[in-house]
T-cell receptor
C-alpha cells in the first residue's frame, strides 16, 4: 500500500526565514511525487513535481529514495506563501497506478 | 476553458436524503476523480475513472456511487446521506491517470448533512 506522511499539521515562520515542509512516503516501487498547494479561497493546484526538478515560486523539493522523503524547501519565506500544502504520491502496480494518495497537509503561516 | 466545474457550491441535506454532486471538465481529460477533504485527514480518494464507461473505487467509496457516461462528466451520487458524509468534496481531472500528469481541481462542494 502507498502512504504519505506529513508530520507537521501546522508550521509557523517569520518572513525571510527558511522553511521546510516535511514529507515521507511509503511505497515499494518508483514513486511519482508532487506538492500541491491550496491558498485561501482558491482551488488546490500543483506546485511542483519531482520529475521536473524545477523551482516554482522559490520552492524546491528533492526526492531522497534512501530516506523515502520529498521535503519542500524555500530559503526565504514570503507572506504570500501562507497556505495549506499537500504532498502526494502516485505509483504502484496494476490499478493503483491511477490512485493519487495525499498526505494530511501542513498549514504554513508566514508572519510579518 | 472553464476547466473543472462543480455544482452546487453548497448543499445541506437531511439524513437519509440522496443527491448528486455534478462535475464537468472541458479539457478532454481521460482521468477524473472525486476526493473528500476533512479537517486533519487531508484529501481522500472516493472514486475515480480512467475513461468513459470505466470507474473504480478509491480509499473511501462506501455510501457513494459514480458513473462516467461521457468524457466530460463525472457525477457523484450520495445514496442515503449520513452525518459522516459532511465534508468538502473536490472533483479533479488529468490528461491521464498515469505518472506525472497534473491533476486539475474544481472549486469544491461544501456538504452538510444534519
Amino acid at each position: 500500500a502507498q502512504r504519505v506522511t506529513q508530520p507537521e499539521k501546522l508550521l509557523s515562520v517569520f518572513k525571510g526565514a527558511p522553511v521546510e515542509l516535511k514529507c515521507n512516503y511509503s511505497y515499494s516501487g518508483s514513486p511519482e511525487l508532487f506538492w500541491y498547494v491550496q491558498y485561501s479561497r482558491q482551488r488546490l493546484q500543483l506546485l511542483l513535481r519531482h520529475i521536473s526538478r524545477e523551482s516554482i515560486k522559490g520552492f524546491t523539493a528533492d526526492l531522497n529514495k534512501g530516506e523515502t522523503s520529498f521535503h519542500l524547501k524555500k530559503p526565504f519565506a514570503q507572506e504570500e506563501d501562507s497556505a495549506m500544502y499537500y504532498c502526494a504520491l502516485r505509483g504502484g502496480g496494476g490499478g493503483s497506478n491511477y490512485k493519487l494518495t495525499f498526505g494530511k497537509g501542513t498549514l504554513l503561516t508566514v508572519n510579518p | 476553458n472553464a476547466g473543472v466545474t462543480q455544482t452546487p457550491k453548497f448543499q445541506v441535506l437531511k439524513t437519509g436524503q440522496s443527491m448528486t454532486l455534478q462535475c464537468a471538465q472541458d479539457m478532454n481529460h481521460e482521468y477524473m476523480s472525486w476526493y473528500r477533504q476533512d479537517p486533519g485527514m487531508g484529501l481522500r480518494l472516493i472514486h475515480y475513472s480512467v475513461g468513459a464507461g470505466i470507474t473504480d473505487q478509491g480509499e473511501v467509496p462506501n455510501g457513494y456511487n459514480v458513473s462516467r457516461s461521457t468524457t466530460e462528466d463525472f457525477p457523484l451520487r450520495l445514496l442515503s446521506a449520513a452525518p459522516s458524509q459532511t465534508s468538502v468534496y473536490f472533483c479533479a481531472s488529468s490528461l491521464s491517470g498515469y505518472g506525472i500528469y497534473e491533476q486539475y481541481f474544481g472549486p469544491g462542494t461544501r456538504l452538510t448533512v444534519t
